[in-house]
């Protein structure tokens, strides 16, 4: 058993207040966490546009600068183009959802269901939804509502002035980063972390520009095909169907429920809800044979009986929000697992010697 010094005492206890810091920052400045992860998300993402202009000849910064630029204004280009479009089919769907609306539509599904179903009771789609409708239309909870909207549009603006700025230094002094990080850690473990930093960041930054890529693509796929359809409010259900696309297994069954309930409400009966069925099937399937195989050849290293599990888990534990990050998570876990297990039997680093307690550097 190792002596316990007064040197490793201290050490102790200012690693244990660190720990605490960090939480309480974690805790308090959440929303500010938040924006950091995302702009190291966007800096994964952009960094090896920034590399291949750097290696064309191009200043570091400049190319960092040029990349950012182009970002924003492709952000501005879909904010005044195409978010107009997509907000002005969501208002036409809401003008829609009244309450009578919504239990004539119900009443409609479930004399579909119970003439070709027997066994399922009268009035239990009817009358469930039209609780929810009434929950959900209660003019007592507007100003919740509009309280939570103009607090989500603060944010929204927060975040532009925040996430793009971080990221450029993420992009510019990244190596300088991982170099005060790397500083820190005893010489014995510097390689086992350098390589597990270098795997945990290629690893995300292809998972992260795969997903974007692929709900971009399930996104003008769904839209596509649901026009063909006859959807008038196709461009705002492709739009939500490329989104729900980044949950896995979970984000399929989002988009033929929307696109149904959708084509419901256009029409009030059930005369788009087969075609719909098809234009999404289609989509998927051309997801499954061709997007998921060519963008997630490489980043994808987990079973997908495991990544079920693992998105169960993120949903129990933090919603939509946990299913969303929690295929990241896990990889960086595997990663780590993987990386120590590997030095573990390689370097000896983490061994620790019987005789006199000593720890073998290896």
Known sequence: MRNITLEKFIRFIIGFTALGVVGLILYNYSTLVAYVIL?????????????????????????????LSAVILLLVYISTNVFPLFIGEMIELTEDLTVE????????????????????PAGFLENNVTQVATELFDLGKLSTVLSDVVGLFTNIFSAVLVIPFAAFF????????????????????????????????KRLGLYFRSVLAQSFLVALISWTTLSIAGLENSLSVGISVGIANTIPYFGPIIGYILSIIVSIIETGDFSLVLVCIVAIFITQLI??????????????????????FIILIGAETAGILGMLIAIPLATVVKITINQISWSFNNYRVFHIENSGGSINSG
């Open 39 to 67: 702009a190291i998300i966007v800096s994964y993402i952009l960094d090896p546009f920034v590399n291949r202009l750097q290696r064309m000849g191009m200043n570091r910064t400049l190319g960092i600068a040029l990349t």
């Open 101 to 120: 609306n919504i239990e004539n539509i119900a009443a409609a599904i479930e004399a579909r269901l119970t003439a070709d179903y027997s066994f399922i």
């Open 170 to 201: 993420f992009l510019k002094d990244g190596s300088k980063i991982r170099r005060d990080v790397l500083r820190l850690v005893p010489n014995k473990y510097f390689e086992t972390t350098l390589t597990l930093i270098d795997k945990i960041e």
């Open 287 to 308: 997801d499954n044979l061709v997007l998921q195989p060519f963008l997630f050849s490489r980043s994808a290293d987990m079973h997908p009986v495991a990544i079920l």
